[in-house]
């Protein structure tokens, strides 16, 4: 009975052994071998991504603004005299000349005066030149001559008066430009001193101008070239002739003017117009829009990867928007950047990286 007792609990204990090796010593089978591998395999497996190779160069920049032209010189003629508005020679839309007859008003005694000083020059001529002889001879004294010298010269100043008083009532252009307002004849009475005649505005030049933030505005220089593109499709180069000094305090721009040649006046006054300013060149990087992320810090720049595969992060400045690609300031010169897959990644992170063309080349 005893050595029966003995038997089963040697029994007990080995099966209670051999239980407990089935989880104290690890027995590895075919299929979890194979569990575990496909595990360790997911577990390496990287994000691909897909970067382009990049180089810092000099990039000229352009300013591109929005403006209107604008006359270079636009006056009213106004009448310097009193008297009807007798005959107007031009009508809206005439080409004018230099010195070409505008506008002229009634005479009213204005060329009688001319006769009366000119009449009285002529009297004080032939006085002074019989006081001549006569002074030759010691015959007057010396200071009867000095005065009629001097009433001889206040004749002829009567004379140029009177001349100029006659001249007022004939309007003449002042320079070349085309006629964009008339007066009506007859309607003014003799108050029409002072009065407007007509409006002349000259085209040639012409000017276009444009509004520059006061970031920009250090960048241009008077004597520099811009191409301008006008909204009825014209394009035209011309050069900047003003650039302002004081900003204009509502929305902090200054003025900049291009001055544009128009002999033949086909650009308008006041025609809507698209200016381009070549700026300075500056270092620069060229990479796609898409490639622009936003770190974890919320600062705008461009995701990389190196040579051992790790994804880094430089932040950036923007120097041109060129549509579908941006010129970039803050890119290091010969950088990989991430241009798929760079929003799924993070700064550190161990990626598989292949070159764009490469890619390419594989989808195809």
């Known amino acids: 009975m005893k050595a029966s007792r003995i038997t089963a609990v040697g029994l007990v204990a080995a099966a209670a052994l051999w239980i407990l090796s089935g989880h104290l010593i690890p027995h590895e089978s075919a299929e979890s071998k194979a569990a575990l ?22 990039h000229s920049r352009k300013l591109v603004v929005s403006g209107r032209t604008e006359a270079s010189r636009k006056v009213v003629t106004l009448a310097r005299t009193n008297g009807l508005l007798q005959e107007v020679r031009v009508q809206r839309g005439s080409k004018v000349k230099k010195g070409d007859v505008i506008a002229i008003l009634s005479d009213d005694a204005r060329e009688a005066q001319v006769t009366q000083a000119q009449a009285l020059l002529d009297q004080r001529r032939i006085e002074l030149e019989a006081k001549r002889r006569l002074a030759l001879t010691n015959a007057i004294p010396r200071l009867e001559l000095n005065s009629l010298e001097a009433q001889f010269k206040a004749a002829e100043a009567a004379v140029a008066t009177a001349e100029a008083e006659r001249d007022r009532g004939i309007i003449i252009a002042p320079w070349d430009g085309v006629i964009t307002e008339v007066a009506e004849v007859g309607t003014s009475a003799f108050a ?71 002999a033949d006046g086909a650009i308008p006054d006041g025609i809507t117009s698209e200016v381009t300013i070549p700026l300075s060149p500056v270092p620069a990087t060229r990479v796609p829009r898409s490639a622009l992320v936003f770190s974890s810090s919320g600062d705008i720049g461009v995701r990389t990867v190196d040579e051992n595969a790790k994804v880094g992060f430089s932040q950036v400045t923007v120097v041109e928007d060129d549509q579908s690609f941006m010129w970039l300031g803050g890119v290091p010169d010969n950088a990989r950047v991430i241009v798929r897959g760079q929003d799924f990644v993070r700064e550190g992170n161990l990626v598989d990286a292949v070159a764009a063309s490469t890619e390419q080349s594989a989808q195809r």
């Open 192 to 262: 029409m001193a002072g009065k407007e005649i007509v409006q002349i505005v000259g085209l040639d030049p012409m000017l276009v101008v444009v509004e520059v933030s006061e970031r920009r505005i250090a960048q241009i220089a008077v004597g520099g070239e811009a191409d301008v593109k006008l909204v009825s499709g014209q394009t035209r180069q011309g050069k900047i002739r003003y650039v302002s000094q004081s900003a204009v305090p509502a929305t902090r721009t200054y003025r900049v003017e291009v001055e544009l040649p128009n």
């Open 37 to 58: 591998q496909a595990k360790d395999q997911k577990a390496e497996k990287k994000l691909r991504v897909a970067f382009a190779e990049t180089k810092v160069v000099m």
